[in-house]
């Protein structure tokens, strides 16, 4: 009988017939006892992508089944012993994710940081011309599912989106072509996995293909930005960035990004919605559903990152 440990009560979802839940608070401090854990066969995961997991999955000799409810594993993957198949929740945060993306961009160009602080010192700040986001050109590198959901909701702004993924295809480019293709994009939204291959995709030579005045979204992990080469840029006044994600990450006080001219950050909170939780608990009773009837699973993350 299949065993489904779980930060999710049980009468969050439908658990299948011939399935047993066992709930716990997501904290690894709060693991069940080992005679307990020693029959968990499928492990859905709390959302700290920093935790070490690697003590609580030695004590599940039966585990076959990792699900995560980040779409990025990439702080997870090397952890997974062989023989067990992790999952991500590819799907359950294009919303959210989407939402800030757009939110971010409307910010940075209209200027809202700067009317935020004026607001906190009762002043009224002197008209100026603020960009619009109408008419820009939108460039989304790593164009999956979540990027699909940017461009559904930038549909009514009336720009033109420059989609770039890892392979080109229909309507897609490849990323061998940014050099080409970053010199028109008003603004570049970064959405890549973390892999070997994307860190510090956007480096110097990158960042120095860019438009006079264009901004930079990131939206997939700190890594995929080299810092360094962002902070040269948005120091004097070249471009702009709106980050969701650093690196380093937190960032701790005193570093320059937090003072960069033309620099908006948000702490990591993209997925972070009450979007969230009814798209991952139907994702998680179909991947127990499958589980328990031996069928495919959904969003098997590959080995090797």
Request: charged share 20%; aromatic share 4%.
């Amino acid at each position: 009988m299949p065993l489904v440990l779980s930060p999710f009560p049980s009468d969050a979802f439908e658990v299948p017939p011939g399935v047993d839940l066992v709930s716990y608070s997501g904290a690894l401090s709060d693991l069940p006892a080992d005679d307990v854990l020693a029959d968990v066969t499928m492990w859905v995961l709390s959302y700290d992508l920093s935790a070490d997991l690697r003590p609580a999955l030695a004590r599940m000799p039966r585990l076959e089944v990792v699900q995560a409810q980040s779409a990025g594993t990439d702080g997870i993957v090397g952890q997974i012993p062989d023989g067990v198949t992790l999952c991500n929740a590819r799907g359950v945060h294009d919303a959210a994710t989407a939402e800030l993306g757009v939110g971010l961009i409307l910010a940075s160009l209209r200027g809202i940081p700067a009317f935020v602080r004026a607001q906190e010192e009762q002043r009224w700040l002197a008209y100026r011309w603020w960009d619009a986001l109408a008419d820009k050109t939108v460039m989304i590198v790593g164009y999956g599912s979540i990027g699909a959901a940017l461009e559904r909701r930038l549909a009514g702004f009336e720009v033109e989106v420059v989609r770039v993924a890892r392979t080109a295809r229909d309507g897609i480019h490849a990323t061998s072509e940014l050099p080409e293709l970053l010199p028109h994009a008003d603004v570049v939204v970064l959405l890549t996995p973390l892999t070997d291959r994307t860190r510090h995709l956007a480096d110097a030579q990158f960042l120095a293909a860019m438009k006079d005045g264009a901004l930079l979204v990131n939206l997939a992990r700190g890594p995929v930005v080299d810092t360094d080469a962002l902070l040269a840029e948005t120091e004097t006044g070249r471009l702009r960035a709106a980050l969701d994600v650093t690196d380093p990450e937190p960032l701790p006080d005193g570093h320059p990004l937090w003072s960069a001219p033309g620099v908006l950050i948000s702490p990591h909170v993209a997925g972070g919605t009450t979007a969230m939780r009814p798209r991952v608990l139907s994702l998680v009773r179909e991947q127990v559903r499958r589980a328990a009837a031996g069928e495919e699973l959904l969003n098997q993350v590959p080995r090797q990152p």
